[in-house]
Structures are given as structure tokens and as C-alpha cells.
């Protein structure tokens, strides 16, 4: 059978006995993979506040928090910190605190509402939930229907607003001298690999969100593989041709630069990036969806002196399956062929994203991690070679545990230590992979806004909760900015369909109605922008199943009329 290898540097198996901040602040066991940071570059750089934070602070912060947090809150092996909040410069202090003390933190999109905030409160059962001033209502709304006490919420930022009866995360830091030391949680030898780090939400391949289970060891692996994929040990080039080099983020200008397609499109189309010097930007990486060639054309124009290229990774796999990559040298072009025995050779392929190849193949997400196998299944169940179709699984040590406290769900996508990833993939002859569909599992397909997923289940559970609906149905439909939006074909009860057909005016107010109903009750991202049309009825095969094909070609006539 064929199994293909990462073409990349060997794997090199990090400790398994340290958790995520032992490896990032305290350098035990990073010897190899973390380059020598100069004193006066910083690690972290809010935009909006300008304020800088050296590793030194990182790394006392952590502790600090550590402390009051178990003075507190006992918080300890087994516990659950919920973090709802945005974006922050905290947000790796209070992760790494909680680490220290043998916890887990669980990530939470800070856009979502009180119903779906305590969906997922009851699958963590947090015993501190930390959200922040502008959610903070629906926090609470969220932690009283799952019975979670008010007095286990700590506000973020909550210094900035007086009054407030709640703890703010910096009076946690600055009161930490008033508390009896901690004994930080040491793991034993491979207890890395089956303690969890961090729960972070994914629609996985089907139905409701699902809490993804990373051990320490698989975050720690994704950063290894990162480190190794980018060469940032190893002198491969000459420093001004170098895409990774300490210090280039800390000197006040952007150099390398991480986005979805959703903001290479507003990067491309918005009439201010004409008013910037992106001249500094080095290398530039996209992913979490799809770029179109396009796009791909329309980046590589903005950035002309920046390498550019496309990555891709699930939550399930610690956020790395493939990626673009520098290369120490330009080898002769030889083909990548799969050996006698089955197992693709990686000594017979061309270097990944060489220094002298600017751009990656348009359509590419690049080449498998370090330490990285798969196999591609076709749809009779057979192995495919390079150039087959098929559906990819994928093996390492970045794949993640399961998922938390879903045996079911678990068994569905893992199977032995490979995982399905739901994508339709080919590999060609130089070990690229081009991602040509989505497998629909269990009768779903996800849509992806924003780089963002969302399960049309969901949003068709709300719909036919609504009394004017007999049935409903949820597909992606294409957006120049969103990459997709969620679009919804209702059909209605038969007494409202009349009063609708007596009175064509009551269209849009129908089709408004719908809407609000969905935006109610699911974060903005969720929202039926793509539309809400009324249809007879909803197409499905014998068994009762939704046509979502049928669906999308009947929307894309639609277009192709306009």
C-alpha cells in the first residue's frame, strides 16, 4: 500500500515528561529547536496599546497567576478553565498558569451566545470560567443554565472597569505576594502524551461542536515540527535571504505575516492598503481554507518581494498536516515515486519552497509536516498513488487525543491513530497536496466562513424550531470575501405558505423573520447572509437524507442568471 512520508527534516521526538510552558518560557527540553533570543527583542506586541512584553514577564506572569489561582480557586490536576475571551496579550499567561498547576484550559469563541456558550460549558464543566467586560452578561447567562456559581468568574481587563464585583485578571497577578507559594505540577516520564493541555472547540467533520482534547506533548510536537519546517536552527541561507530571523518582528515593522483568505481579500480589494510600505513583509501564509488561484495571483502582486505560500491543518491535528517551507539548498528536480514496498520516498523529492522559489504552487497546501504520514483512500476503499483522488487520513505526533468526552465521535474520525480528515486529496509527483472537495460524512458539509466552521445542522435545528417552518436545509455558498456563507432553503407550514401566496409582500417579511431567528441564537459568523429562499420542499434521497448537491447546483443557475 502507499503510504506517503513527510519530505521534510527527520523527526525529532521531543520530551514526553514537560507540559506547554515548561518547553515555551522555561526552555527545558527546546535546546534544539529554539534559536538564541537577543535580551531586547520582545515576544509580544499588542498593537492597539503598544505595550511590549519580554519573555522574562511572560514567564513571571505565569507564575504570579499560578499562585493566586490555586490560593483562590484551588484550581489543580483535573480542573477545567474556560477562557472566554478575545484575542489578548494575557491570553498564553493565563493558558501556561493553569498548565503550571496541572489544569487544562479550554478555548471558547468569545462571540458566542449565551445558548451556545453553555452548550459548551457543559461538555468542560469548568471549575473558572474567565470572560471578558463587553460578554461578560453573557457569560453569566451562559454559567447560570449550567449551574456554575458567580463567584468562579474572573473578568479580563476587568481593572478597566471600576465597579465591576467580579476579580480582574491583574488584581489575580498583583495580589499573588499575599499567597503561600504553589508546587508546580511536574509530569512523569510520558504522562505528556496523555495529559490534556487544551480543549478547543471544532465542528470536527459532523453535527454540534466538539471540545478537541490536545495533550501537552501534541501541542509541543505541532511547535517542533513548526521549528523544523522553517529551518530557524540552521544558518540555510544568507541572512538577508532568510524568511525566519530573531528579531525582525520586534523591530517595528511586520515581517512575516499569517492570514485567512478572508483577509487576503480585504488586503487585496480595500483602497487603504494603498496607503501602507508593505515592503517589509518577508514571508506571508495562509490558510484554515482554500485561496483560489486569484487570489493566490492578487497576494503575490501586494507582497512582491515576500514569499508566499499556502498551509493546512485541522484542530484535530494540533493545527499542522502541511505547510510551505524554506530549504538550505536547490537540489536537481527528481520526481517523488512511491518506493517498491508502498511508502513514498522522501530522499527522490525536490526541496520544499526552496529560497529561491518566491511563490508556491498556486492551489497547493504544501508538503507533509515533519514526522507526518498519510495515506489517501479512495471511494472503492483502495490506496491511491500520486495523482488519485481520495480522502485523506493522516498520522503523527501532533494528532490530537479525541475528543472530550465523546467516545462516539471519537471513533467515528479516529481509527488507530490515523485520522480522517474529511478532505478529498491528491498528491502529485513532487509531494505537493492539492485539496480537490470535501468527503460529506454522515450527510455534512461544512461550511467554512472566514476560515471559521459552522455545521449546517445546527443552523437547521434552529430553523425548524421556528413555528412558520415544516422543513429546512443549510449549504455554503461562495463569497468573494467570506470564502462561503451560509445560505438557508425553508420550506414553510402549509398556512403560512398560503397567507404568502395570497399576499407576495409578506416575502420579505417571512424571509427577515428567519433570519433573526438563526441571529438570535448563533454567533455573527453563523448568520444567513448568504440568504433565506422558500422552497416546496427540500430535496432527499430514500432514506431521508438532504440532497445538499442538488441544493448547490440549483444556487449556482441562480447566479449564473444574474
Given at each position: 500500500m502507499t503510504i506517503f512520508r513527510s519530505q521534510g527534516p527527520r523527526f525529532v521526538p521531543p520530551r514526553d515528561d514537560?507540559?506547554?510552558?515548561?518547553f515555551i518560557l522555561d526552555d527545558v527540553g527546546a535546546e534544539r529547536t529554539r534559536p538564541v533570543r537577543p535580551a531586547h527583542v520582545p515576544c509580544l506586541i499588542d498593537s492597539e496599546t503598544g505595550k511590549i512584553v519580554y519573555l522574562e514577564e511572560l514567564r513571571a506572569r505565569s507564575h504570579a497567576l499560578a499562585r493566586s489561582l490555586k490560593a483562590r480557586y484551588?484550581?489543580?490536576?483535573?480542573?477545567?478553565?474556560?477562557?472566554?475571551?478575545?484575542?489578548?496579550?494575557?491570553?498564553?499567561?493565563?493558558?501556561?498558569?493553569?498548565?503550571?498547576?496541572?489544569?487544562?484550559?479550554?478555548?471558547?469563541?468569545?462571540?458566542?451566545?449565551?445558548?451556545?456558550?453553555?452548550?459548551?460549558?457543559?461538555?468542560?464543566?469548568?471549575?473558572?470560567?474567565?470572560?471578558?467586560?463587553?460578554?461578560?452578561?453573557v457569560a453569566l447567562a451562559a454559567m447560570k443554565m449550567c449551574n456554575i456559581p458567580q463567584n468562579r468568574l474572573v473578568l479580563l481587563d476587568g481593572h478597566l472597569t471600576p465597579g465591576s464585583p467580579f476579580p480582574s485578571l491583574e488584581s489575580l497577578i498583583e495580589e499573588h505576594d499575599g499567597h503561600p507559594p504553589y508546587v508546580e505540577y511536574k509530569l512523569k516520564p510520558g504522562e505528556a502524551k496523555s495529559a490534556i493541555a487544551l480543549l478547543c472547540f471544532s465542528s470536527g467533520t459532523t453535527g454540534n461542536p466538539k471540545?478537541?482534547?490536545?495533550?501537552?506533548?501534541?501541542?509541543?510536537?505541532?511547535?517542533?515540527?513548526?521549528?523544523?519546517?522553517?529551518?530557524?536552527?540552521?544558518?540555510?541561507?544568507?541572512?538577508?535571504d532568510q524568511r525566519f530571523r530573531p528579531g525582525d518582528v520586534g523591530d517595528g515593522n511586520?515581517?512575516?505575516?499569517?492570514?485567512?483568505?478572508?483577509?487576503?481579500?480585504?488586503?487585496?480589494?480595500?483602497?487603504?492598503?494603498?496607503?501602507?510600505?508593505?515592503?517589509?513583509?518577508r514571508s506571508c501564509l495562509t490558510g484554515a481554507a482554500p485561496l483560489s488561484p486569484e487570489m493566490h495571483a492578487e497576494l503575490t502582486k501586494l507582497f512582491p518581494d515576500s514569499h508566499f505560500g499556502q498551509g493546512y491543518g485541522m484542530t484535530e491535528t494540533s493545527c499542522i498536516i502541511a505547510t510551505v517551507s524554506p530549504a538550505p539548498t536547490i537540489r536537481p528536480h527528481r520526481h517523488f515515486t512511491p518506493l517498491a514496498h508502498g511508502v513514498a520516498d522522501p530522499a527522490s523529492a525536490p526541496p520544499q519552497f526552496p529560497v529561491s522559489m518566491k511563490?508556491?504552487?498556486?492551489?497547493?497546501?504544501?508538503?507533509?509536516?515533519?514526522?507526518?504520514?498519510?495515506?489517501?483512500?479512495?471511494?472503492?476503499?483502495?490506496?491511491?498513488?500520486?495523482?488519485?483522488?481520495?480522502?485523506?487520513?493522516?498520522?503523527?505526533?501532533?494528532?490530537?487525543?479525541?475528543?472530550?468526552?465523546?467516545?462516539?465521535?471519537?471513533?467515528?474520525?479516529?481509527?488507530?491513530?490515523?485520522?480522517?480528515?474529511?478532505?478529498?486529496?491528491?498528491?502529485?509527483?513532487?509531494?505537493?497536496?492539492?485539496?480537490?472537495?470535501?468527503?460529506k460524512i454522515v450527510n455534512q458539509d461544512l461550511i467554512k466562513v472566514k476560515g471559521l466552521q459552522v455545521a449546517p445542522s445546527e443552523l437547521e435545528g434552529y430553523l425548524l424550531g421556528h413555528p412558520d417552518v415544516a422543513d429546512a436545509a443549510v449549504i455554503g455558498v461562495p463569497d468573494e470575501y467570506a470564502g462561503e456563507?451560509?445560505?438557508?432553503?425553508?420550506?414553510?407550514?402549509?398556512?403560512?405558505?398560503?397567507?404568502?401566496?395570497?399576499?407576495?409582500?409578506?416575502?420579505?417579511?417571512?424571509?427577515?423573520?428567519?433570519?433573526?431567528?438563526?441571529?438570535?441564537?448563533a454567533a455573527r459568523y453563523k448568520r444567513l447572509d448568504g440568504?433565506?429562499?422558500?422552497?416546496?420542499?427540500?430535496?432527499?434521497?430514500?432514506?431521508?437524507?438532504?440532497?445538499?448537491?442538488?441544493?448547490?447546483?440549483?444556487?449556482q443557475r441562480a447566479r449564473a442568471r444574474l
Open positions: 514537560i507540559t506547554l510552558p515548561q484551588n484550581i489543580g490536576v483535573g480542573n477545567v478553565v474556560s477562557l472566554f475571551i478575545p484575542n489578548h496579550i494575557d491570553y498564553g499567561v493565563i493558558i501556561w498558569a493553569v498548565h503550571r498547576l496541572g489544569g487544562s484550559a479550554a478555548a471558547h469563541s468569545s462571540t458566542l451566545t449565551a445558548e451556545e456558550f453553555a452548550y459548551q460549558l457543559g461538555i468542560t464543566e469548568p471549575s473558572l470560567v474567565v470572560a471578558y467586560p463587553s460578554n461578560c452578561d471540545a478537541v482534547a490536545v495533550s501537552h506533548y501534541n501541542a509541543i510536537c505541532a511547535i517542533v515540527q513548526t521549528a523544523m519546517i522553517n529551518l530557524i536552527y540552521e544558518q540555510y541561507a544568507p541572512w538577508r511586520g515581517s512575516v505575516g499569517s492570514m485567512v483568505p478572508a483577509q487576503a481579500v480585504l488586503l487585496c480589494k480595500h483602497p487603504l492598503t494603498k496607503n501602507y510600505d508593505l515592503s517589509s513583509v511563490v508556491s504552487d498556486p492551489g497547493s497546501v504544501g508538503q507533509l509536516a515533519p514526522g507526518t504520514s498519510a495515506q489517501v483512500v479512495k471511494a472503492d476503499g483502495t490506496l491511491a498513488g500520486v495523482g488519485e483522488c481520495g480522502e485523506l487520513l493522516v498520522h503523527g505526533p501532533q494528532i490530537v487525543l479525541g475528543y472530550y468526552r465523546n467516545p462516539k465521535a471519537t471513533e467515528e474520525a479516529f481509527d488507530d491513530g490515523w485520522l480522517r480528515t474529511g478532505d478529498e486529496v491528491k498528491f502529485d509527483a513532487e509531494g505537493n497536496i492539492f485539496i480537490t472537495d470535501r468527503i456563507l451560509p445560505r438557508a432553503f425553508v420550506v414553510l407550514k402549509p398556512e403560512v405558505a398560503d397567507a404568502v401566496q395570497k399576499d407576495r409582500r409578506l416575502v420579505v417579511r417571512v424571509k427577515e423573520n428567519l433570519y433573526n431567528a438563526v441571529a438570535s441564537r440568504g433565506v429562499e422558500l422552497v416546496d420542499a427540500i430535496p432527499k434521497n430514500g432514506s431521508g437524507k438532504i440532497l445538499r448537491r442538488v441544493l448547490r447546483d440549483l444556487s
